[in-house]
């Protein structure tokens, strides 16, 4: 078994996890482990991927991967199909499966992208494929450190803002992001799984080791010039809600006790952090003059 730590718990895995920071002395608090699931996913030979929540489990089934399977919110199953590539199995396991783990232990999970910038945590939310790891990159590149990327999670204690929980240290980015943000060779990198375009860049130094309080969040989006605009509440409670990686899941994992506390973590949220949209051409030659903006930002906020 390996032993890792990735947003602040203490991970026992029978699957070798490269990307996630070891760690020898940890309490275990996640067992990942390999064994048969017992469960038929209803869309199996229609869907390419389904999914079914039930009490304290959620199971998942990829069509080209096998099932997964959440127990307590403190067990991970792997029920592989036959000679399935480990780095496949990773995808899934460190992004959907781990994301819905930090759901069911009361964490508000948004998929997201995050950086801390002057001893506070800036989140970058917004669809898919509009920047939100070109951008952390950036900022990274320009010397910010690194807490989390795709996966955000964020904890909250007692009546102050939220933290934002340090992920691991990896970039998923394409290869003209990888270019463009860090001035890498994306040749150099490996691609997080055969066919697939990203590439994954790890993080050596400058990954934040310890919760950030939450300093702002930003949504990103497409426009002529680049401008930075408060959302009104209603609006920003609205997206933080679509951006969430519980919503998803729709009423399978909203519902009931945890569809209350969702709310009300994303609305306490609203109330104590400002969210912005960030509005920028898709140029990435402009993401520095963009990264500029950020950091001229924060120091009128």
């Known amino acids: 078994m390996n032993n890792y730590t990735a947003y602040g ?42 999914f079914e929540v039930t009490g304290k489990e ?20 792997i029920d592989p199909l036959p000679a399935v590539e480990e780095r496949l199995l990773r995808l899934p396991l460190l992004g959907t499966i781990l994301a819905v783990l930090l759901h069911r232990r009361g964490y508000l999970v948004l998929h ?29 590149g320009r010397g910010h450190d690194l807490i989390s990327d795709d996966v955000v999670a964020l904890k909250f204690e007692g009546s ?13 980015l394409f290869p003209e992001a990888v270019v463009s943000s860090l001035g890498d060779d994306y040749e150099a990198l490996p691609e997080l799984a055969a066919g697939y375009e990203k590439r994954g860049r790890p993080v050596t130094d400058r990954f ?9 969040v930003y949504a990103l989006g497409c426009g002529a010039v680049s401008t930075i605009k408060t959302l009104e509440p209603q609006a920003a409670l609205l997206t933080l809600i679509a ?34 949209r960030l509005e920028r051409p898709k140029a990435l030659p402009l993401l520095p003059a963009v990264a500029q903006l950020v950091e001229d930002h924060l120091q009128l906020i």
């Open 208 to 216: 934040a080791q310890q919760p950030l309080p939450l300093k702002s």
């Open 112 to 140: 997201a992208s995050s950086v801390a910038v002057d001893g506070g945590a800036l989140v970058f939310i917004g669809n898919k494929g509009w920047g939100k790891s070109t951008m952390a990159a950036t900022l990274y």
């Open 58 to 77: 959620a199971n998942f089934f990829w069509e080209h991967l096998g099932k997964f399977r959440i127990s307590r919110a403190a067990e991970i199953v």
């Open 9 to 50: 718990l203490g991970i026992n895995s029978a699957l070798p996890l490269p990307e996630l920071q070891t760690s020898a002395g940890a309490a275990t608090d996640v067992v990942i482990r390999f064994g048969q699931i017992d469960w038929s996913p209803a869309g199996k030979g229609t869907e390419e991927f389904c």
């Open 243 to 276: 951006n969430s990686y519980s919503a998803r899941f729709g009423k399978q994992l909203l519902r009931g006790a945890e569809a209350s506390a969702h709310l009300r973590q994303c609305s306490r949220l609203v109330r104590q952090v400002p969210v912005y």
């Open 160 to 172: 102050g803002a939220p933290v934002v929980m340090p992920g691991f240290p990896q970039f998923k």
